[in-house]
């Protein structure tokens, strides 16, 4: 088993199983023949970070709500009926087609919007006297809880409890951390990520394709989703043609090889049906999402649009200070994603934040989105949990502390301002 030097008896990181030397595929010990808590004592365990994290957010609502009244302005819409939460509500209410035309030729269509989040708002509409706009703000709370809880559950596999509480709270004081309690998709996808990377950790071949098949219906990186599972359950098979050959290894019965075949067979359909749907829908086949995206401005240019955005900062000398906070925000988290591969971070974590983390930098979309784009690669705050869970409880306490009153400053100050892009 791999041990953090120096790290104390109690706090030793408790992979997955005993990795292979050199090796990121996963653990040697067979993941279907791991047992996972019981959900009582799964909630037991997770109960610190999820009452850590309720509170970072009440203090984040809290200075939104202080602020907007400061200002004169209704905090509750600039969560719930605002930019993109806005465009949600209209799925919901009008269903897909509305579109605006703007003066330069570009057109925002709401196809670019992908249905799981109008559908349950509008589910909560009609089951209870709450409003579309009510609906995505309530489906956000509870997905915002169960985000954090699959964090948890992802990186207390991997590392250890205290790394897992480290890990949601450190999820829970991004900078734009407020967009977890908006009406937004981004907690919907973040929970349905992180069980389905939890699924595929303990095996649950099944469950992990029926998550990811919903996330692929939340938003377009549902992708990195799939290629998660489909990592793994390669990765599984070629382990298993490897043992088949040996006589000591246990070869897992047909049975767990045809859950993982059904599991990847689950695992595209959200995104594939969906895309398929728009293209048929506009008229222009398969490629009709990416023109309904090419409306928004939005598409993947490999990174050539925000390297050029970088490099216009360095004209002059008070913008070019924004350049370098904007370079060592990238090698930060390029960073991050090396040090979970010295790590040895089972495979399908890999696969998912280098995806996601590709899409949020490489897409050629406003610069300001960046950063909520990049707020599904919890993964990425692995490593920074495993290394704050080593610090007494007290210092870790006054970092997050600290960090979680910034947050929640920035977080109204940047919603009362140009909010999210």
């Not at 959900?39 to 309720?54: D, I």
């Not at 939104?64 to 600039?78: G, H, I, V």
């Not at 609906?135 to 992802?154: E, N, R, T």
């Amino acid at each position: 088993m791999w041990r953090t030097p120096l790290a104390p008896s109690w706090f030793t990181p408790r992979p997955a199983g005993r990795f292979r030397p050199g090796s990121i595929i996963g653990p040697v010990t067979d993941l279907e023949t791991r047992a996972a808590p019981s959900r009582a004592g799964a909630l037991r365990r997770a109960a610190p970070a999820l009452a850590g994290y309720a509170a970072v957010r009440a203090l984040g609502l809290l200075a939104l709500f202080l602020w907007s009244a400061a200002r004169d302005k209704n905090a509750y819409t600039l969560l719930t009926a605002r930019w993109d939460a806005l465009w949600y509500v209209r799925v919901a209410e009008l269903g897909y087609g509305y579109e605006v035309r703007l003066a330069n030729g570009d057109v925002h269509s709401n196809l670019a919007f992908f249905p799981l989040l109008p559908w349950l708002e509008r589910l909560v509409a009609a089951v209870s006297p709450l409003s579309y706009a009510d609906g995505g703000f309530l489906v956000s709370a509870v997905a915002s809880l169960a985000a954090a809880w699959g964090i948890f559950a992802v990186a207390d596999h991997v590392y250890g409890r205290r790394a897992g509480v480290c890990a949601v709270l450190l999820w829970a004081v991004l900078p734009v951390g407020i967009v977890q309690s908006m009406a937004y998709s981004e907690s919907l996808f973040t929970a349905l990520a992180a069980w389905a990377l939890y699924a595929v950790l303990t095996g649950r071949w099944v469950t992990a394709g029926a998550l990811a098949l919903f996330a692929g219906l939340t938003r377009p990186v549902g992708l990195a989703v799939v290629a998660a599972v489909w990592a793994a359950a390669v990765a599984s098979f070629v382990r298993d043609r490897r043992a088949a050959g040996q006589d000591a290894p246990r070869v897992p019965a047909a049975g767990t090889r045809a859950r993982r075949v059904l599991g990847m067979a689950l695992a595209p359909l959200g995104t594939a049906c969906y895309v398929l749907w728009v293209g048929h829908r506009t008229g222009k086949g398969p490629l009709g999402y990416l023109d309904v995206q090419a409306g928004w401005r939005n598409g993947f240019d490999g990174g050539y649009a925000f390297a050029r955005f970088a490099a216009e900062k360095f004209t002059s000398f008070p913008s070019a200070l924004a350049g370098v906070g904007l370079i060592a925000g990238v090698v930060s988290v390029v960073w991050l994603y090396v040090t979970g591969v010295r790590q040895r971070q089972p495979l399908p974590l890999l696969v998912y934040t280098g995806i996601v983390t590709a899409l949020a930098l490489c897409a050629s979309s406003y610069f300001g989105s960046k950063p909520r784009l990049l707020m599904p690669a919890f993964t990425l705050l692995l490593p920074l949990g495993l290394a704050l869970a080593k610090v007494r409880t007290r210092r870790s306490a006054t970092i997050l502390g600290s960090v979680a009153v910034a947050s929640a400053v920035y977080g109204a100050f940047w919603l009362n301002g140009s909010g999210p892009p």
